[in-house]
Nanobody, 129 residues
């Protein structure tokens, strides 16, 4: 079983950048595809990005495409989300998740619920305008 912990959130001005980390323990991180989601106040959790097990392939929600980059370092058991050109609408709690590809394929990660796969507790990102 994999445990995940996000870090790197904080307060940033619009147009700025932040890099989130997702540290994994308790399992072989490279065996899992990973995803990033966010939840704004009063809204449902939404998909942000997905990264393949090797890190060679990633895809993004239209709202962040071209501004966010997902990556991972399996040797360090850590995933990353580099966020640039941040907007006020990017404000929310950001979560990383790990998906067992035998149960949940990479392409289905956007449909993952909080009861599927492994999830971290989240990190707050606040973008001031």
């Amino acid at each position: 079983q994999v445990q995940l912990v996000e870090s790197g959130g904080g307060l940033v001005q619009a147009g700025g950048s932040l890099k989130l980390s997702c540290a994994a323990s308790g399992g072989t991180f490279g065996n899992y595809d990973m995803g990033w989601f966010r939840q704004a106040p009063g809204k449902e959790r939404e998909f942000v990005a997905a990264v393949s097990r090797s890190g060679a392939y990633a895809y993004y929600a239209d709202s962040v495409k071209g501004r966010f980059t997902g990556s991972r370092d399996n040797a360090k058991n850590t995933g990353y989300l580099q966020m640039s050109s941040l907007k006020s609408e990017d404000t929310g709690v950001y979560y990383c998740c790990a998906a067992d590809p035998r149960l949940f394929s990479l392409i289905r990660i956007p449909a993952m619920s909080s009861t599927q796969g492994y999830w971290g507790p989240g990190t707050q990102v606040t973008v001031s305008s």
